[in-house]
């Protein structure tokens, strides 16, 4: 597998909601590690949780679209799984950086950009030699 930018830890707790409903549930991470020093950006990761490595897709920033004047808030939307890891604690490998954060138009111009950035990161992670890890990866289908 390649080289990761960093790992981070930490549980995960509740967010605004807003995720569901813009059809992208999230895991919103409270940070138990050092805080990555990463530009706000959306990037691919994988998530470890028990003996799982699940692909997902990271935001890291303030959500500038919405301009609820949050703090820097750490989510992830996990690829093709759905078990409920709510309350869970989870390290997450951060591969590579997909965009930086931005403001949309509105909310559905974000959720388009959104799936964009899904099939980047499916694409990366389908081209990525898995051959070390053996089992307990979560494969992605485009
Ligand atoms: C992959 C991904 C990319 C995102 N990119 C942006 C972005 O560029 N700009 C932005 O304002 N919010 C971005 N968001 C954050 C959404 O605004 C956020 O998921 C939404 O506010 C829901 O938050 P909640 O789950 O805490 O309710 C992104 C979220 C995800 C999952």
């Known amino acids: 597998m390649n080289p990761i930018i960093t790992s981070i830890h930490g549980k995960v707790v509740s967010g605004k909601q807003i995720g569901r409903t813009i059809g992208f549930p999230t895991a919103n991470l409270y940070i138990l590690s050092e805080l990555p020093k990463l530009n706000y950006g959306v990037y691919g990761v994988i998530v470890n949780w028990k003996k799982e490595r699940i692909p997902g897709i990271m ?84």
Request: charged share 25%; glycine share 4%.
């Open 59 to 142: 935001n890291i920033g303030i959500r500038p679209t919405f301009n609820d004047g949050s703090e820097v808030s750490y989510e992830v939307h996990l690829l093709d799984f759905n078990n409920n890891i709510y309350h869970e604690e989870i390290s997450v490998d951060i591969y590579f950086l997909v965009r930086n954060e931005r403001i949309f138009k509105d909310s559905l111009e974000l959720v388009k950009q959104i799936h964009s950035d899904i099939s980047y990161v499916k694409g990366k992670f389908l081209f990525m030699d898995h051959s070390s890890e053996k089992d307990k990866n979560h494969f992605v289908s485009m």
